[in-house]
Each structure stands twice: as C-alpha cells, then as structure tokens.
C-alpha cells in the first residue's frame, strides 16, 4: 500500500492525471491531502503543518516506511526505486511551499527515509503526479505487466 499524504490546496492542473493514476493503483495508493495553513507567519506554518503530518503519521501510518520528498534526498532510478519500494506500506510526504521542519519529523521518525527527484524544485501538484506515475511504473514493473498499453 502507498500513501501520498500532501499539504495541498488543488490539484487542479492536474488532477486528471492523478486521478487517472489512481484508478489504475486501485486499492494499492491513498492520497491524503491536508489543507494548508493560511498565515503570514512563515515559521508558524511550517511549525503547524509538520505538527499536523506528524499527528496524522502517528495515528494512521505509524508501522508505514515514511519517505520525505525533498530534494537533498537521495534519487534513484526507475528500476531502483522499483527494488526499493517492494514487500512495505509506504507513506510519501510532500510539503507545502514553505515546505516542513524536518528536524520534528527525523526526531518523530529516525527511521524516515528521503527521496528526491534530483536537484530540482517541483511544484506540490507536479511532485505528486510523477511520484504517482513512478508508483505505477514501478508497480507495472515488479508485476511483470508492460507499463505501455
């Protein structure tokens, strides 16, 4: 099982895709989406939000792999990321634009692993598209399916 858990708004750029994604997933992914914190307080918000994932990983994905989306984290390939993600529930965090205090979340979860898509910044919406497609290719792929229809 794959979580997506995002502080997130919209996904209305793409929420097609995303959702076209999910259909294909089935019942192997869940996106959770939590609401922003509207402030002009930058540290607050980051402060809010991350108590927020963390309450949320707590209750509902505590035994869950947790992965950080951040872009100090370490890439892979496809076929990498395809041998990584096998035989666990895994939730993926994606911050918001002033992102998370990742210190509060390495001290709630010192397991908690990081991925990145390289050196570049993407948009929330745009992150969860290709992370949602990198889970369908890697699914496709540790099934043996052809990924191309």
């Known amino acids: 099982m794959f979580v997506i858990l995002?502080?997130?708004?919209?996904?209305?750029?793409?929420?097609?895709?995303?959702?076209?994604?999910?259909?294909?997933?089935?019942?192997?992914?869940?996106?959770?989406?939590?609401?922003?914190?509207?402030?002009?307080?930058?540290?607050?918000?980051?402060?809010?939000?991350?108590?927020?994932?963390?309450?949320?990983?707590?209750?509902?994905?505590?035994?869950?792999?947790?992965?950080?989306?951040?872009?100090e984290g370490k890439a892979y390939d496809t076929m990498e990321f395809a041998s990584m993600i096998k035989g666990k529930n895994f939730?993926?965090?994606?911050?918001?634009?002033?992102?998370?205090?990742?210190?509060?979340?390495?001290?709630a979860f010192p397991d908690m692993k990081e991925f990145s898509f390289w050196a570049i910044t993407l948009p929330h919406w745009l992150a969860k598209l290709t992370l949602i497609e990198q889970l369908y290719r890697s699914t496709t792929i540790r099934n043996w399916k052809k990924y191309h229809y």
């Open 6 to 71: 995002s502080v997130s708004d919209s996904d209305k750029h793409f929420s097609w895709a995303i959702q076209e994604y999910e259909k294909r997933l089935a019942k192997e992914v869940k996106i959770e989406n939590l609401k922003p914190y509207r402030w002009d307080n930058q540290a607050f918000v980051i402060e809010k939000e991350t108590e927020s994932i963390i309450s949320i990983l707590k209750k509902k994905y505590n035994w869950y792999q947790k992965i950080l989306l951040i872009k």
């Open 91 to 107: 939730v993926f965090i994606i911050g918001w634009p002033y992102w998370v205090n990742e210190k509060l979340l390495k001290d």
